[in-house]
């Protein structure tokens, strides 16, 4: 299959999955990155040119907020991105619709199938 | 390694500076991260893309406003690096050329020294002395004072210049060039069968440091 058709269909649904793993904590990119691996079996492994466009866009749209960590000692200096009310707000919305696509979608390919 | 790789990225960013200043920390930061963990540079940079996929990743992103913002940024370059420029060679092409004042005005120089020191030099030169004459000049003019460059030069003028007879008009003037201050002294001298202007250049010393004659 054309990977094409892969990463289309996930680029759909990232928005939503970073913002659901920013949920409950802040998180640095590439914490973000090395979660959505793991938790997806390696599905989703986003490369940071692929993370931050998103990261950037939903701060534009004020969905989170992003802030430097202080450098403790030797570790290196993090940005970390925090949901806003905003954010949570819209995820609602967001987990909603998806739900409401995800449906959708299963109707017509179940009933592609009946047919 | 890993920060030639983030500034291959960076500057290939279409973006305002000030985000792609964000980018630069944001990727060097998660460069670190993973090293810290002991994952090797090579595989991050595997994993994260050559800088030319990854600043397209990016570029295909940016909104209109940051593109907007980088075109501007970039003329702006442009024209500072022009500016820049034409200052500089402006400050060069004063530097190389030689400016003169009266010698009334100079803090360095007195007239009567000045033109005491070329009359010297002549007289110097016409009784062939030229040990004297190296001795009383820099570094770069001790070449010229032998008898064979010196013949050739005074042959160029005239085959026979004749007894030296006097001294004629004067002139002395301070002159700076390339950073250095000189007394400059143009004076003529008449000879049984032609007269010859000299121009002659001192350092703060006194000694030959340019020497002209037609």
Request: net charge neutral; hydrophobic share 35%.
């Amino acid at each position: 299959m054309n990977e094409k058709y892969e990463s289309q269909m996930k680029k759909g649904v990232l928005d939503m999955l970073v913002l659901k793993l920013l949920e409950k904590e802040k998180k640095y990119g590439y914490q973000i990155i090395s979660e959505l691996k793991e938790k997806s079996n390696q599905r989703f492994s986003l490369k940071e040119g692929t993370l931050y466009p998103i990261l950037y866009r939903l701060e534009d749209d004020k969905l989170v907020e992003s802030k430097w960590g202080e450098a403790v000692g030797k570790k290196v200096p993090r940005k970390y991105y925090v949901i806003t009310k905003e954010g949570q707000s819209a995820l609602k919305e967001i987990e909603a619709l998806w739900q409401e696509i995800s449906n959708s979608v299963s109707m017509i390919m179940e009933g592609e199938e009946h047919e | 390694m890993s920060k030639k790789y983030i500034h291959q990225i960076g500057k290939r960013l279409k973006c305002s500076s000030k985000r792609r200043k964000e980018i630069e920390k944001e990727l060097s930061s998660d460069f670190m991260s993973e090293l810290e963990n002991g994952v090797k540079e090579q595989e991050i940079i595997q994993r994260m893309g050559t800088p030319a996929e990854l600043a397209e990743e990016f570029n295909n992103t940016f909104s209109k406003e940051e593109q907007k913002k980088y075109k501007k940024e970039k003329w702006i370059k442009r024209i500072s690096a022009i500016v820049v420029g034409l200052v500089f060679f402006a400050g060069i092409l004063y530097w190389f050329l030689p400016k003169s004042k009266p010698i009334e005005e100079s803090k360095l120089f007195q007239k009567e020294e000045a033109k005491k020191q070329a009359e010297r030099v002549i007289e110097l030169l016409n009784e062939e002395d030229y040990k004297t004459l190296r001795e009383c000049s820099i570094k770069k003019m001790k070449q010229y004072f032998d008898k064979e460059t010196m013949d050739e030069l005074k042959a160029l003028i005239s085959e026979e210049w004749g007894e030296f007879q006097d001294f004629g008009s004067v002139y002395v003037a301070e002159t700076k060039q390339m950073g250095k201050t000189f007394a400059s002294v143009q004076i003529n001298a008449s000879y049984e069968n032609v007269t010859v202007t000299y121009v002659l250049a001192f350092d703060e010393e006194m000694k030959i440091a340019g020497f002209w004659m037609r």
